[in-house]
Protein backbone atom coordinates (compact mmCIF):
# COMPACT_ATOMS: atom_id res chain seq x y z
CA UNK A 1 0.00 0.00 0.00
CA UNK A 2 0.96 3.58 -0.53
CA UNK A 3 -0.70 5.62 1.60
CA UNK A 4 1.37 8.98 1.73
CA UNK A 5 1.64 10.00 5.17
CA UNK A 6 0.78 13.96 4.93
CA UNK A 7 3.94 15.69 5.16
CA UNK A 8 2.50 18.62 6.56
CA UNK A 9 -0.18 17.39 8.72
CA UNK A 10 -3.56 19.98 8.24
CA UNK A 11 -5.76 18.64 11.25
CA UNK A 12 -6.33 21.08 13.79
CA UNK A 13 -4.68 20.91 17.07
CA UNK A 14 -7.56 20.08 19.71
CA UNK A 15 -6.50 22.69 21.70
CA UNK A 16 -6.25 25.56 18.92
CA UNK A 17 -9.20 27.97 18.11
CA UNK A 18 -9.27 29.45 15.04
CA UNK A 19 -9.90 33.22 15.90
CA UNK A 20 -12.63 33.44 12.56
CA UNK A 21 -14.74 31.39 15.53
CA UNK A 22 -14.76 34.19 18.10
CA UNK A 23 -15.29 36.95 15.82
CA UNK A 24 -18.75 35.50 14.39
CA UNK A 25 -19.44 34.71 18.01
CA UNK A 26 -19.15 30.48 18.02
CA UNK A 27 -19.67 29.14 21.96
CA UNK A 28 -16.63 27.19 22.45
CA UNK A 29 -17.64 23.71 22.31
CA UNK A 30 -15.06 21.00 20.79
CA UNK A 31 -18.12 18.70 20.65
CA UNK A 32 -19.92 20.57 18.79
CA UNK A 33 -20.90 19.30 14.72
CA UNK A 34 -21.35 22.84 13.33
CA UNK A 35 -17.75 24.06 15.54
CA UNK A 36 -15.87 20.46 14.69
CA UNK A 37 -17.19 21.34 10.84
CA UNK A 38 -16.39 24.99 10.66
CA UNK A 39 -13.14 24.41 12.14
CA UNK A 40 -11.47 21.93 9.67
CA UNK A 41 -12.68 24.03 7.03
CA UNK A 42 -11.29 27.25 8.56
CA UNK A 43 -7.88 25.58 8.56
CA UNK A 44 -7.68 25.18 5.02
CA UNK A 45 -9.08 28.49 4.30
CA UNK A 46 -5.61 29.49 6.39
CA UNK A 47 -3.57 27.00 4.41
CA UNK A 48 -4.91 28.32 0.60
CA UNK A 49 -4.55 31.76 2.30
CA UNK A 50 -8.56 32.31 1.51
CA UNK A 51 -9.45 36.27 2.07
CA UNK A 52 -10.43 37.06 5.31
CA UNK A 53 -13.62 38.44 4.58
CA UNK A 54 -14.82 34.90 2.62
CA UNK A 55 -13.45 33.25 5.60
CA UNK A 56 -16.48 35.10 7.73
CA UNK A 57 -18.56 34.58 5.04
CA UNK A 58 -17.78 30.99 5.00
CA UNK A 59 -18.05 30.56 9.01
CA UNK A 60 -21.82 31.15 9.70
CA UNK A 61 -24.74 30.76 7.00
CA UNK A 62 -26.80 33.26 5.52
CA UNK A 63 -30.04 32.29 6.94
CA UNK A 64 -31.46 29.83 9.52
CA UNK A 65 -35.02 29.22 9.22
CA UNK A 66 -36.71 27.65 12.39
CA UNK A 67 -40.05 26.71 12.10
CA UNK A 68 -43.11 24.97 14.44
CA UNK A 69 -46.45 23.75 12.89
CA UNK A 70 -49.07 21.28 13.99
CA UNK A 71 -50.29 18.32 12.60
CA UNK A 72 -52.98 15.89 12.75
CA UNK A 73 -52.30 12.80 13.91
CA UNK A 74 -54.29 9.48 13.42
CA UNK A 75 -55.36 9.50 16.69
CA UNK A 76 -57.22 12.67 16.07
CA UNK A 77 -54.42 14.76 18.60
CA UNK A 78 -52.83 17.31 16.79
CA UNK A 79 -48.86 17.06 17.15
CA UNK A 80 -46.37 20.33 17.23
CA UNK A 81 -43.00 19.88 15.05
CA UNK A 82 -40.16 21.95 15.21
CA UNK A 83 -38.79 22.20 11.41
CA UNK A 84 -34.89 23.70 9.56
CA UNK A 85 -34.08 25.50 6.58
CA UNK A 86 -30.46 26.43 6.74
CA UNK A 87 -29.12 28.51 3.59
CA UNK A 88 -25.36 28.24 4.02
CA UNK A 89 -24.07 29.88 0.54
CA UNK A 90 -25.21 30.74 -2.87
CA UNK A 91 -22.31 32.19 -4.77
CA UNK A 92 -22.11 30.15 -6.94
CA UNK A 93 -26.02 28.71 -7.55
CA UNK A 94 -29.34 28.09 -5.99
CA UNK A 95 -28.89 27.28 -2.35
CA UNK A 96 -28.91 23.27 -2.20
CA UNK A 97 -29.54 20.45 0.49
CA UNK A 98 -31.40 17.27 1.87
CA UNK A 99 -33.93 17.30 4.17
CA UNK A 100 -33.47 14.86 6.71
CA UNK A 101 -36.47 13.59 8.86
CA UNK A 102 -34.46 11.97 12.29
CA UNK A 103 -35.63 12.49 15.97
CA UNK A 104 -31.88 14.07 16.61
CA UNK A 105 -32.22 17.03 14.09
CA UNK A 106 -30.78 19.83 15.91
CA UNK A 107 -29.99 23.66 14.63
CA UNK A 108 -26.14 22.98 14.23
CA UNK A 109 -26.09 19.70 12.60
CA UNK A 110 -28.31 21.09 9.87
CA UNK A 111 -25.96 24.00 9.66
CA UNK A 112 -23.17 22.14 9.01
CA UNK A 113 -24.90 19.55 6.83
CA UNK A 114 -25.79 23.02 5.10
CA UNK A 115 -22.01 24.21 4.73
CA UNK A 116 -21.14 20.82 3.81
CA UNK A 117 -22.91 21.04 1.23
CA UNK A 118 -21.35 24.42 0.09
CA UNK A 119 -17.88 22.61 -0.11
CA UNK A 120 -19.22 19.56 -1.80
CA UNK A 121 -21.36 21.56 -4.62
CA UNK A 122 -18.40 23.34 -5.90
CA UNK A 123 -15.78 21.25 -5.28
CA UNK A 124 -17.34 18.83 -8.03
CA UNK A 125 -17.91 22.07 -10.22
CA UNK A 126 -21.97 21.90 -10.12
CA UNK A 127 -24.01 25.56 -9.88
CA UNK A 128 -24.88 25.09 -6.62
CA UNK A 129 -24.79 26.76 -3.29
CA UNK A 130 -25.38 24.87 0.08
CA UNK A 131 -28.70 24.19 1.98
CA UNK A 132 -30.16 21.77 4.12
CA UNK A 133 -33.51 21.54 5.96
CA UNK A 134 -34.81 19.18 8.37
CA UNK A 135 -37.78 17.71 10.69
CA UNK A 136 -37.28 16.88 14.27
CA UNK A 137 -39.62 13.35 13.74
CA UNK A 138 -39.36 9.41 13.83
CA UNK A 139 -40.18 8.81 10.34
CA UNK A 140 -40.66 5.12 11.94
CA UNK A 141 -43.12 6.02 13.94
CA UNK A 142 -45.47 7.72 11.59
CA UNK A 143 -47.96 6.48 9.46
CA UNK A 144 -47.64 7.12 5.98
CA UNK A 145 -50.73 9.62 6.15
CA UNK A 146 -48.96 10.96 9.22
CA UNK A 147 -46.00 11.23 7.24
CA UNK A 148 -47.38 12.59 4.30
CA UNK A 149 -48.79 15.58 6.31
CA UNK A 150 -45.82 15.63 8.46
CA UNK A 151 -44.18 16.76 4.78
CA UNK A 152 -46.48 18.99 3.35
CA UNK A 153 -46.98 21.19 6.55
CA UNK A 154 -43.71 21.82 6.47
CA UNK A 155 -43.05 22.46 3.05
CA UNK A 156 -46.13 25.09 3.69
CA UNK A 157 -44.11 26.87 6.42
CA UNK A 158 -41.27 27.44 4.64
CA UNK A 159 -42.39 27.35 0.98
CA UNK A 160 -41.94 31.68 0.92
CA UNK A 161 -38.07 30.72 1.83
CA UNK A 162 -37.97 28.02 -1.03
CA UNK A 163 -38.19 28.08 -5.26
CA UNK A 164 -36.84 26.20 -8.11
CA UNK A 165 -34.05 28.75 -8.29
CA UNK A 166 -33.33 29.43 -4.92
CA UNK A 167 -33.47 26.40 -2.65
CA UNK A 168 -34.01 23.94 -4.22
CA UNK A 169 -34.31 20.48 -1.42
CA UNK A 170 -33.67 16.65 -2.17
CA UNK A 171 -33.79 14.08 -0.20
CA UNK A 172 -31.63 12.52 2.77
CA UNK A 173 -31.68 10.13 5.96
CA UNK A 174 -35.82 9.75 6.81
CA UNK A 175 -36.81 11.07 3.30
CA UNK A 176 -37.17 9.61 -0.24
CA UNK A 177 -38.46 9.86 -3.55
CA UNK A 178 -42.07 9.83 -2.28
CA UNK A 179 -41.85 12.49 0.48
CA UNK A 180 -39.99 14.46 -2.46
CA UNK A 181 -43.36 14.15 -4.46
CA UNK A 182 -45.55 15.60 -1.46
CA UNK A 183 -43.41 18.26 -1.27
CA UNK A 184 -42.99 19.53 -4.53
CA UNK A 185 -47.08 18.75 -5.03
CA UNK A 186 -47.82 21.06 -2.15
CA UNK A 187 -45.15 23.77 -3.06
CA UNK A 188 -46.88 23.74 -6.75
CA UNK A 189 -50.31 23.89 -4.91
CA UNK A 190 -49.44 26.81 -3.05
CA UNK A 191 -47.41 28.80 -5.22
CA UNK A 192 -48.93 30.61 -8.46
CA UNK A 193 -48.10 27.80 -11.01
CA UNK A 194 -51.08 28.02 -12.46
CA UNK A 195 -49.14 28.47 -16.25
CA UNK A 196 -46.28 26.62 -15.36
CA UNK A 197 -47.08 23.59 -12.68
CA UNK A 198 -44.97 21.79 -14.09
CA UNK A 199 -41.93 24.47 -13.52
CA UNK A 200 -42.66 24.24 -9.74
CA UNK A 201 -42.27 20.59 -9.57
CA UNK A 202 -38.33 21.65 -9.84
CA UNK A 203 -38.24 23.10 -6.07
CA UNK A 204 -37.31 19.93 -5.09
CA UNK A 205 -34.70 17.36 -6.87
CA UNK A 206 -34.74 12.86 -5.95
CA UNK A 207 -38.56 13.11 -7.53
CA UNK A 208 -39.64 9.84 -8.69
CA UNK A 209 -39.55 9.10 -12.36
CA UNK A 210 -42.73 9.60 -12.85
CA UNK A 211 -43.24 12.81 -12.08
CA UNK A 212 -39.74 14.39 -13.31
CA UNK A 213 -37.08 12.51 -11.54
CA UNK A 214 -33.94 11.70 -13.26
CA UNK A 215 -32.92 8.06 -14.07
CA UNK A 216 -29.88 6.88 -11.70
CA UNK A 217 -31.50 9.44 -9.23
CA UNK A 218 -31.89 6.66 -6.41
CA UNK A 219 -28.49 4.95 -6.57
CA UNK A 220 -26.50 8.07 -7.69
CA UNK A 221 -24.75 9.18 -3.70
CA UNK A 222 -23.23 5.03 -4.07
CA UNK A 223 -22.42 4.89 -7.55
CA UNK A 224 -20.45 8.04 -6.67
CA UNK A 225 -18.46 6.63 -3.81
CA UNK A 226 -17.96 3.83 -5.94
CA UNK A 227 -16.72 6.13 -8.79
CA UNK A 228 -13.84 7.56 -6.52
CA UNK A 229 -12.95 4.42 -5.01
CA UNK A 230 -12.07 2.92 -8.86
CA UNK A 231 -10.37 6.16 -9.26
CA UNK A 232 -8.46 6.13 -5.74
CA UNK A 233 -8.08 2.23 -4.96
CA UNK A 234 -4.95 1.73 -7.80
CA UNK A 235 -2.55 4.08 -6.26
CA UNK A 236 -3.95 2.77 -2.76
CA UNK A 237 -2.50 -0.64 -3.71
CA UNK A 238 -5.63 -2.44 -3.30
CA UNK A 239 -7.56 -3.78 -6.40
CA UNK A 240 -11.09 -4.09 -6.86
CA UNK A 241 -11.52 -8.14 -7.71
CA UNK A 242 -11.45 -9.78 -3.65
CA UNK A 243 -11.56 -6.07 -2.17
CA UNK A 244 -13.20 -6.75 1.22
CA UNK A 245 -15.19 -4.15 2.93
CA UNK A 246 -17.57 -3.18 5.23
CA UNK A 247 -20.44 -0.84 5.74
CA UNK A 248 -22.26 0.98 8.57
CA UNK A 249 -25.39 1.96 7.21
CA UNK A 250 -27.44 -0.26 4.60
CA UNK A 251 -30.01 2.56 3.68
CA UNK A 252 -29.81 4.38 0.31
CA UNK A 253 -26.05 5.12 0.34
CA UNK A 254 -25.01 2.02 1.82
CA UNK A 255 -26.65 -0.68 0.37
CA UNK A 256 -26.66 0.89 -3.25
CA UNK A 257 -22.74 1.45 -2.74
CA UNK A 258 -22.58 -2.47 -1.40
CA UNK A 259 -24.36 -3.68 -4.37
CA UNK A 260 -22.37 -1.57 -7.20
CA UNK A 261 -18.94 -2.62 -5.52
CA UNK A 262 -20.44 -6.58 -5.09
CA UNK A 263 -20.94 -6.12 -9.39
CA UNK A 264 -17.18 -5.29 -9.14
CA UNK A 265 -16.41 -8.32 -7.49
CA UNK A 266 -15.47 -6.60 -3.99
CA UNK A 267 -16.98 -9.00 -0.77
CA UNK A 268 -18.96 -7.14 1.85
CA UNK A 269 -18.03 -8.90 5.19
CA UNK A 270 -19.75 -6.65 7.57
CA UNK A 271 -22.70 -4.46 8.11
CA UNK A 272 -23.97 -2.35 11.08
CA UNK A 273 -26.72 0.21 11.24
CA UNK A 274 -28.79 0.83 13.72
CA UNK A 275 -30.79 -2.52 14.53
CA UNK A 276 -27.17 -4.56 14.86
CA UNK A 277 -24.19 -5.54 13.85
CA UNK A 278 -23.56 -8.60 11.17
CA UNK A 279 -20.62 -10.23 9.85
CA UNK A 280 -19.45 -13.10 7.32
CA UNK A 281 -16.01 -14.19 5.91
CA UNK A 282 -17.96 -15.51 2.88
CA UNK A 283 -19.07 -12.53 1.80
CA UNK A 284 -22.79 -11.27 2.35
CA UNK A 285 -24.97 -11.25 -0.34
CA UNK A 286 -25.67 -7.56 -0.68
CA UNK A 287 -28.65 -7.70 -3.14
CA UNK A 288 -30.51 -10.41 -0.68
CA UNK A 289 -29.53 -8.11 2.54
CA UNK A 290 -31.59 -5.04 0.51
CA UNK A 291 -34.60 -6.94 0.29
CA UNK A 292 -34.06 -8.15 4.07
CA UNK A 293 -33.98 -5.02 5.33
CA UNK A 294 -36.91 -3.56 2.97
CA UNK A 295 -38.76 -5.85 4.68
CA UNK A 296 -37.57 -5.63 8.00
CA UNK A 297 -36.20 -2.38 8.73
CA UNK A 298 -32.63 -3.34 9.55
CA UNK A 299 -29.61 -5.72 9.26
CA UNK A 300 -30.12 -7.15 12.39
CA UNK A 301 -31.70 -10.09 12.18
CA UNK A 302 -30.53 -11.12 8.76
CA UNK A 303 -30.08 -14.66 9.39
CA UNK A 304 -26.89 -15.81 6.48
CA UNK A 305 -24.60 -13.76 8.71
CA UNK A 306 -23.11 -13.60 12.18
CA UNK A 307 -24.32 -11.56 15.01
CA UNK A 308 -21.44 -9.31 16.31
CA UNK A 309 -21.03 -5.84 18.83
CA UNK A 310 -20.37 -2.57 17.91
CA UNK A 311 -16.78 -3.06 18.56
CA UNK A 312 -16.56 -6.49 16.84
CA UNK A 313 -17.56 -4.29 13.56
CA UNK A 314 -14.90 -2.02 13.74
CA UNK A 315 -12.17 -4.32 14.53
CA UNK A 316 -13.03 -6.62 11.74
CA UNK A 317 -10.19 -6.64 9.28
CA UNK A 318 -11.11 -4.90 5.56
CA UNK A 319 -9.43 -3.43 3.03
CA UNK A 320 -11.84 -0.48 2.45
CA UNK A 321 -14.83 0.29 5.44
CA UNK A 322 -17.28 3.31 4.42
CA UNK A 323 -19.11 4.89 7.08
CA UNK A 324 -22.38 5.09 5.22
CA UNK A 325 -25.13 6.19 8.31
CA UNK A 326 -25.09 9.58 10.50
CA UNK A 327 -22.54 12.40 11.70
CA UNK A 328 -20.06 11.57 14.66
CA UNK A 329 -19.95 7.72 14.35
CA UNK A 330 -16.09 7.42 13.92
CA UNK A 331 -14.67 9.23 17.18
CA UNK A 332 -10.88 8.57 18.74
CA UNK A 333 -12.50 4.75 20.27
CA UNK A 334 -13.75 3.54 16.70
CA UNK A 335 -9.97 5.19 15.12
CA UNK A 336 -8.23 3.13 17.69
CA UNK A 337 -10.53 -0.21 16.69
CA UNK A 338 -10.51 0.30 13.15
CA UNK A 339 -8.73 -2.54 11.22
CA UNK A 340 -9.01 -0.64 7.44
CA UNK A 341 -6.49 0.28 5.17
CA UNK A 342 -9.13 3.23 3.47
CA UNK A 343 -12.23 5.03 4.93
CA UNK A 344 -14.43 6.23 2.10
CA UNK A 345 -16.60 8.74 3.90
CA UNK A 346 -20.01 7.80 2.15
CA UNK A 347 -21.95 9.74 5.21
CA UNK A 348 -21.89 13.11 5.94
CA UNK A 349 -19.12 14.53 8.55
CA UNK A 350 -19.36 10.36 9.86
CA UNK A 351 -15.29 11.04 11.39
CA UNK A 352 -15.04 13.95 14.29
CA UNK A 353 -11.33 15.65 14.31
CA UNK A 354 -10.47 13.70 16.99
CA UNK A 355 -10.63 10.65 15.11
CA UNK A 356 -9.46 11.88 12.03
CA UNK A 357 -6.13 12.78 14.37
CA UNK A 358 -6.32 9.29 15.42
CA UNK A 359 -6.77 7.58 12.33
CA UNK A 360 -4.40 10.26 10.73
CA UNK A 361 -1.48 8.44 13.18
CA UNK A 362 -2.33 5.32 12.13
CA UNK A 363 -1.57 5.70 8.65
CA UNK A 364 -5.34 5.06 7.62
CA UNK A 365 -6.08 6.96 4.43
CA UNK A 366 -10.00 8.88 4.44
CA UNK A 367 -11.64 10.02 1.54
CA UNK A 368 -13.48 12.66 2.75
CA UNK A 369 -17.41 12.91 2.25
CA UNK A 370 -17.55 16.31 0.03
CA UNK A 371 -15.90 13.88 -2.90
CA UNK A 372 -16.66 10.43 -1.88
CA UNK A 373 -20.72 11.53 -1.35
CA UNK A 374 -20.84 14.17 -4.07
CA UNK A 375 -22.63 11.64 -6.61
CA UNK A 376 -26.21 12.54 -5.05
CA UNK A 377 -25.93 15.97 -5.70
CA UNK A 378 -24.78 15.91 -8.74
CA UNK A 379 -27.48 13.90 -10.23
CA UNK A 380 -30.19 16.05 -8.55
CA UNK A 381 -28.33 18.59 -10.91
CA UNK A 382 -29.12 16.57 -14.05
CA UNK A 383 -32.82 16.39 -12.68
CA UNK A 384 -32.61 19.95 -12.08
CA UNK A 385 -31.14 20.88 -15.88
CA UNK A 386 -33.24 18.09 -17.51
CA UNK A 387 -36.66 19.43 -15.95
CA UNK A 388 -35.84 22.94 -17.07
CA UNK A 389 -35.37 21.98 -20.49
CA UNK A 390 -37.67 19.69 -20.38
CA UNK A 391 -35.56 16.91 -21.61
CA UNK A 392 -34.80 13.24 -20.04
CA UNK A 393 -31.33 11.77 -20.52
CA UNK A 394 -31.01 7.62 -20.32
CA UNK A 395 -29.19 6.23 -17.25
CA UNK A 396 -25.93 5.87 -19.58
CA UNK A 397 -25.50 9.04 -20.01
CA UNK A 398 -26.30 10.03 -16.17
CA UNK A 399 -23.79 7.42 -15.16
CA UNK A 400 -21.06 8.16 -18.02
CA UNK A 401 -21.60 12.09 -16.95
CA UNK A 402 -21.32 11.52 -13.04
CA UNK A 403 -18.39 9.61 -13.51
CA UNK A 404 -16.58 12.68 -15.28
CA UNK A 405 -17.67 14.58 -12.40
CA UNK A 406 -16.56 12.13 -9.64
CA UNK A 407 -13.03 11.69 -11.97
CA UNK A 408 -12.64 15.56 -12.18
CA UNK A 409 -12.96 16.21 -8.52
CA UNK A 410 -11.04 13.46 -7.00
CA UNK A 411 -8.54 15.04 -9.49
CA UNK A 412 -8.47 18.95 -7.99
CA UNK A 413 -8.66 17.14 -4.67
CA UNK A 414 -5.18 15.10 -5.50
CA UNK A 415 -3.75 17.46 -7.22
CA UNK A 416 -4.39 20.21 -3.97
CA UNK A 417 -3.08 17.04 -1.61
CA UNK A 418 0.36 17.57 -3.64
CA UNK A 419 0.36 21.12 -3.87
CA UNK A 420 -0.29 21.68 -0.33
CA UNK A 421 0.99 18.58 1.14
CA UNK A 422 -1.81 17.81 3.29
CA UNK A 423 -4.69 14.99 3.81
CA UNK A 424 -7.17 14.41 1.88
CA UNK A 425 -9.88 16.06 3.40
CA UNK A 426 -7.97 19.32 3.80
CA UNK A 427 -7.13 18.67 0.00
CA UNK A 428 -10.81 18.55 -1.15
CA UNK A 429 -11.68 21.68 1.35
CA UNK A 430 -8.74 23.80 -0.07
CA UNK A 431 -9.55 22.91 -3.63
CA UNK A 432 -13.42 23.62 -3.12
CA UNK A 433 -12.66 26.80 -1.46
CA UNK A 434 -10.09 28.22 -4.26
CA UNK A 435 -13.19 27.89 -6.41
CA UNK A 436 -15.17 29.93 -3.94
CA UNK A 437 -12.93 32.63 -3.56
CA UNK A 438 -12.76 32.74 -7.61
CA UNK A 439 -16.37 33.43 -7.38
CA UNK A 440 -15.76 36.42 -5.15
CA UNK A 441 -12.99 37.84 -6.02
CA UNK A 442 -15.34 38.54 -9.27
CA UNK A 443 -18.42 39.14 -8.42
CA UNK A 444 -17.10 41.47 -4.65
CA UNK A 445 -19.44 42.01 -2.32
CA UNK A 446 -22.72 43.94 -2.44
CA UNK A 447 -23.03 47.17 -2.60
P1 LIG B 1 -31.03 6.38 4.99
O1 LIG B 1 -32.06 6.91 5.92
O2 LIG B 1 -31.45 5.74 3.72
O3 LIG B 1 -30.08 5.33 5.77
C1 LIG B 1 -29.50 5.67 7.00
C2 LIG B 1 -28.81 4.42 7.53
O4 LIG B 1 -28.17 4.77 8.76
C3 LIG B 1 -29.76 3.27 7.86
O5 LIG B 1 -29.23 2.06 7.40
C4 LIG B 1 -29.81 3.28 9.38
O6 LIG B 1 -30.06 2.00 9.94
C5 LIG B 1 -28.41 3.73 9.70
N1 LIG B 1 -28.28 4.23 11.07
C6 LIG B 1 -29.05 5.14 11.70
N2 LIG B 1 -28.64 5.27 12.98
C7 LIG B 1 -27.59 4.45 13.13
C8 LIG B 1 -26.75 4.13 14.22
N3 LIG B 1 -26.88 4.71 15.40
N4 LIG B 1 -25.77 3.20 14.02
C9 LIG B 1 -25.58 2.60 12.83
N5 LIG B 1 -26.37 2.87 11.76
C10 LIG B 1 -27.35 3.78 11.92
O7 LIG B 1 -30.04 7.62 4.74
P2 LIG B 1 -29.05 7.83 3.49
O8 LIG B 1 -29.75 8.67 2.51
O9 LIG B 1 -28.46 6.54 3.09
O10 LIG B 1 -27.94 8.75 4.17
C11 LIG B 1 -26.84 8.22 4.89
C12 LIG B 1 -25.76 9.28 5.00
O11 LIG B 1 -25.37 9.69 3.69
C13 LIG B 1 -26.16 10.57 5.72
O12 LIG B 1 -25.02 11.11 6.35
C14 LIG B 1 -26.57 11.48 4.57
O13 LIG B 1 -26.49 12.86 4.92
C15 LIG B 1 -25.52 11.10 3.57
N6 LIG B 1 -25.86 11.42 2.19
C16 LIG B 1 -26.97 10.94 1.59
C17 LIG B 1 -27.23 11.24 0.26
C18 LIG B 1 -28.41 10.68 -0.49
O14 LIG B 1 -28.50 10.89 -1.70
N7 LIG B 1 -29.31 9.95 0.14
C19 LIG B 1 -26.35 12.08 -0.45
C20 LIG B 1 -25.20 12.54 0.18
C21 LIG B 1 -24.97 12.21 1.50
Known amino acids: MTTATPSRPAITPANVRNPILDEVGL ?94 CSLVHIPFGGGKGGVKCNPRDLSQGELMRVTRRFCAAISHAIGPDYDIPAPDVGTNAQVMAWFADTYESLTDSNRNSWDALRVVTGKPVEIGGSLGREKATGQGVVDVLVEMLPELGIKMEGMKFSLIGYGNVGSWTGRILAKLGAKLVAVMDHTGAIRSDKGIDTEALAEHVAKSGGVGAYGAASKISTEEFYKTKVDVLVPAALEQMIKEQEARWIDAKVIAEGANAPTTPGGDRVLNERGIEVLPAILCNAGGVTVSYFEWIQNKSCTRWTEERVDRELNQHMVEAAARTKRARQRYGCDMRTASYIASLDNIAKAYAIRGIFP
Open 27 to 120: PLDPDNLYNQTVGVVLTAAEMLGLPKFVQLIMAQPKNEIMVHFPVKMDSGEYQLFKGYRVQHNNALGPYKGGLRFHHDVHLDDVKSLALLMTMK
